[in-house]
């Protein structure tokens, strides 16, 4: 079982003009820092191929994966199921779906599925006789919990019920009441690393569940501090080369490093920060590589399946609240800078989610890659998952893709939810019912331990 492994990247830089979503908004790109990328690695044996590719966008709806995976086993051989599509999760992309207030942008999307069908036909042709290893190390610095328990004397009302929420999301402005952090991140930076017989790189594919870093102005398009790790270490192991590397994003649903409570250790200046994070973890992994564990003979299979969940919808009285305000609201107008237009915004969401079918479907996969494991889930996960997820599989290496083959949205442990905050605000982004987050859990470590 010789392993054969090529990769590739296609710019998918969007051109001015393009809507951005990953606001409550749409924003229109008016700024572009740097080129956004699809990157793709194919690992291959007599027995089976299977393919990642990592995309510089916020959000890929599951009929765009789908119709993607499609295209790509078509023009590869590659099974689709054997296929990956994920977003690093980057605020600052061409808009591929609709989010709140933000809206698709049609001409954008129906481009880029030939880009990424284009990413993985390259890395076939670059496949070449390889090695596969892999190294995880804890880096701790870039990601806290974003979700707080607030003092006595502060409450932030919840939108959909009315009541007082329990925890605050990015509390900003409201710095002198918060109490503590709600949970504890992942604090993992895991690594699959792929060399050519001639210790030539070939890619580097990482995980860190960092939600995103978003030190730039609306307008800009950038890929975040995904893009700047993955621009160092193709720099600094394969100058000139092909390497192409790559950053996925973990389990970081209530994850970021707007840190509330120590806000002044990061640099202030539009971009610093990213860059600065980017390039501390390209150099911690760099630093790491003697730890590198390396198979030139791995067993290589996939999984894939779609679990059915519940959609949690409002009630009568809720529609009919949620029908006055949007009675009374001009939503061309609205910008979501108060409670009382996200009040608005969210009653909108309401009569939405109403429309939804019952039953909603979340893609899961897993692949197996010698001794180590990947999981991959369609939606944003809090930290806890993949922690749990982590220790169900302790001894081997695993990491957890998040917001791969589509996004159901937020996907919180059934505990969160009654205490509140951004993340469990019912809408179409937040729809699947109180026990989803466990039967995709166990779905997935049932589907990933079948590997083995």
């Keep these: 079982m010789i392993l054969q492994a090529g990769a590739a990247k296609v710019n998918i830089t969007p051109p001015l003009g393009t809507r951005i979503n990953g606001d409550f908004i749409t924003h229109f790109a008016n700024y572009i820092h740097d080129d956004l990328f699809a990157r793709a690695l194919v690992l291959k044996t007599e027995e089976q191929a299977i393919a990642f590719v990592i995309v510089d966008t916020c959000i890929i709806p599951q009929s765009f994966a789908d119709e993607t995976r499609k295209l790509i086993s078509s023009a590869t051989g590659i099974p689709a199921g054997s296929i990956l599509v994920a977003s690093t999760h980057t605020h600052a992309a061409g808009s591929l779906t609709d989010v709140h207030l933000g809206s698709i942008d049609m001409d954008y999307t129906r481009g880029l599925p030939a880009r990424l069908v284009d990413a993985v036909?390259?890395?076939?042709?670059?496949?070449?006789?390889?090695?596969?290893?892999?190294?995880?190390?804890?880096?701790?610095?870039?990601?806290?919990?974003?979700?707080?328990?607030?003092?006595?004397?502060?409450?932030?009302?919840?939108?959909?019920?009315?009541s007082p929420d329990k925890v605050k999301t990015n509390p900003i402005g409201a710095e002198p009441y918060i109490d503590r952090r709600v949970a504890s991140p992942d604090k993992g930076l895991s690594y699959?690393?792929?060399?050519?017989?001639?210790?030539?790189?070939?890619?580097?594919?990482?995980?860190?569940?960092?939600?995103?870093?978003?030190?730039?102005?609306?307008?800009?398009?950038?890929?975040?501090?995904?893009?700047?790790?993955?621009?160092?270490l193709e720099n600094e192991l394969a100058p000139g080369g092909k390497m192409v590397a790559m950053m996925t994003n973990g389990t970081s649903g209530d994850v970021n490093i707007w840190d509330?409570?120590?806000?002044?250790?990061?640099?202030?200046?539009?971009?610093?920060?990213?860059k600065m994070i980017g390039e501390d973890l390209g150099r911690r992994l760099i630093g790491s590589m003697d730890t590198i564990r390396w198979e030139s003979l791995p067993v290589l299979r996939s999984t894939f399946s779609e679990v059915t969940l519940k959609v949690e919808k409002p009630g009568e009285t809720q529609l009919e609240e949620a029908a006055r305000i949007i009675a009374e609201t001009n939503y061309e107008t609205i910008t979501p800078d108060t409670p009382d237009d996200?009040?608005?915004?969210?009653?909108?969401?309401?009569?939405?989610?109403?429309?939804?079918?019952?039953?909603?479907?979340?893609p899961v996969q897993a692949f197996r890659i010698g001794d180590v494991l990947v999981g991959a889930l369609a939606g944003e996960f809090f930290a806890?998952?993949?922690?749990?997820?982590?220790?169900?599989?302790?001894?081997?290496?695993?990491?957890?893709?998040?917001?791969?083959?589509?996004?159901?949205?937020?996907v919180p442990p059934k505990d969160q939810l009654p205490l509140g905050g951004y993340e469990t605000w019912r809408c179409r982004y937040r729809c699947a019912d109180e026990n989803s987050e466990a039967v995709i859990r166990e779905a997935l470590a049932g589907m990933t331990a079948s590997l083995l």
């Design 384 to 410: 806890e998952t993949g922690l749990h997820l982590k220790e169900a599989f302790e001894g081997k290496p695993y990491f957890t893709i998040s917001m791969a083959n589509g996004n159901i949205g937020y």
């Design 121 to 162: 036909s390259e890395a076939v042709a670059n496949l070449q006789p390889a090695t596969v290893g892999f190294s995880s190390i804890e880096v701790p610095e870039h990601v806290v919990c974003r979700r707080y328990y607030m003092k006595e004397g502060y409450a932030y009302i919840n939108p959909v019920t009315g």
């Design 192 to 232: 699959l690393a792929v060399r050519s017989l001639d210790s030539e790189w070939i890619s580097i594919l990482a995980n860190y569940s960092l939600h995103y870093v978003g030190d730039w102005e609306n307008g800009t398009i950038s890929a975040d501090y995904f893009g700047v790790f993955a621009s160092y």
């Design 260 to 274: 509330f409570l120590q806000p002044d250790r990061y640099p202030s200046e539009l971009f610093a920060k990213s």
């Design 342 to 362: 996200i009040r608005r915004l969210y009653a909108r969401e309401q009569l939405l989610v109403e429309r939804f079918p019952d039953t909603i479907e979340c």
